[in-house]
């Protein structure tokens, strides 16, 4: 899609809406734009250039499970295929989506993940003893600890952690549709990803001569019916694992610290009932979550609702919105951390999608955000400000920074 369309895209979603993502005061408090958008009287909005948009559960959940719906119709729609090179199998249809999450889940498996409980256990430890006064959390907890998970997985030494963080702000924007990004974004994040690309070409070589218990060697070995990853397939792949495993756990370990400082009476629960912090977890992504939206195209024309959208046309499912839908979720606006326990419900959130793109990384983020936050909020632990800034990204929400003051 040309610069020009997406401008136009970018202006007539802004007008639907009636807000702007890019506005400070929507990236602060997205939920009261959304619900003004749930009353609007529709639950398939249109633009003037047919994007659709939805803030329905019912809607989001149910597009994201079907075939017809997908990313990349062949030889339409409105994305950018100039830049299909280096894809990961997370912006991939069927069957070349099946094939590679199959040979990657065989080297990401739960087992896996949950193997790093004691590590994740120690690290958190580490980052947060001996701290205390005023601290920046993201900074000294929600940053460090996935990126040293993920690296130590990948088999990334440790003196080349910092090459990462660069590389990660500039790849997270590569999770935001393209015709709603500046050039200039786009060149960074390309930019990034081809730097990343040398560093992990080089590692995977190393690999291949002498592989070692790590994540890198278990994607240059994995094999299905002599079906392997190409070396294309492997750096996308890596390139998926930093940042899905990385910037969605920061968030998740941000935001969700930052909804229980600013409710005592949750807090107090949380901190009562640690055997529950699994389920607390489960609300803190569906109150505030990580991921926010996510787009689908049409591979054919659907009728949706009586709708009939038409292949290649664009649905922005608004995730974040239908995790606060009143048909799906009580008194939706609140955090009840006890909203998932004792049976009473299972999580019906979208945080981690839905179908068969379903979050691969689900069990780790899940992992170090329960154990980040019951360990934090073992200390006596409060919030050192209110005005808060988040990231410029529009498909994950997440705090530039979290001042907190922690006392010993």
Request: net charge negative; hydrophobic share 40%; aromatic share 6%.
């Amino acid at each position: 899609m040309e610069d020009r369309t997406g401008q136009v895209v970018e202006v007539e979603a802004a007008a639907v809406l009636g807000f702007d993502p890019g506005d400070p005061a929507f990236r602060a408090d997205p939920y009261p734009h959304y619900r003004r958008l749930a009353r609007a009287g529709s639950r398939l909005h249109r633009t003037d250039v047919g994007l659709r948009v939805t803030t329905s559960h019912e809607l989001c959940e149910r597009v994201l499970r079907d075939p017809r719906f997908g990313h990349r119709p062949e030889g339409g729609g409105l994305w950018r295929e100039s830049r299909a090179r280096n894809r990961s199998f997370l912006t991939m249809d069927p069957p070349d989506h099946t094939r590679l999450r199959r040979l990657v889940s065989k080297a990401f498996t739960p087992r896996l993940v949950e193997r790093l409980r004691p590590r994740v256990e120690a690290l958190v430890d580490e980052l947060l003893d001996g701290v205390s006064g005023e601290v920046d959390l993201i900074a000294a907890l929600a940053y460090p600890l996935p990126v040293i998970v993920i690296s130590e997985m990948l088999g990334v030494p440790a003196r080349d952690r910092d090459l990462f963080k660069g590389w990660s702000d500039s790849l997270a924007r590569g999770l935001d549709p393209d015709f709603l990004l500046p050039e200039a974004e786009i060149r960074l994040r390309e930019k990034a990803r081809e730097e990343f690309a040398v560093y992990f070409r080089e590692l995977a070589a190393q690999r291949r001569l002498r592989p070692r218990d790590d994540l890198v060697s278990a994607l240059v070995d994995v094999s299905d019916g002599g079906d392997v990853l190409s070396e294309e397939e492997l750096l996308a792949t890596c390139v998926l694992l930093l940042v899905a495993g990385h910037e969605t756990t920061v968030n998740l370990i941000g935001n969700g610290a930052l909804a229980l400082l600013r409710d005592p009476a949750q807090l107090e629960l949380f901190r009562r009932h640690p055997q529950n912090v699994p389920a607390a977890v489960e609300e803190l992504l569906r109150y505030d979550p990580p991921v926010q939206l996510t787009l689908r195209a049409a591979l054919e024309d659907v009728d949706l609702d009586g709708t009939l959208i038409e292949r290649g046309k664009l649905i922005l499912l608004l995730t974040g919105a239908a995790n606060r839908d009143p048909s799906v979720f009580d008194d939706p606006d609140r955090l009840d951390l006890t909203r998932y326990i004792e049976g009473r419900d299972a999580p019906r959130h979208l945080s981690f999608g839905h179908g068969i793109h379903f979050c691969l990384g689900a069990p780790l983020a899940r992992l170090e955000g329960q154990v980040a936050l019951r360990k934090l909020f073992e200390r006596d632990v409060a919030l050192a400000g209110q005005d808060l800034v988040y990231r410029d990204n529009l498909v994950l929400r997440g705090l530039r920074d979290l001042p907190v003051v922690i006392r010993a």
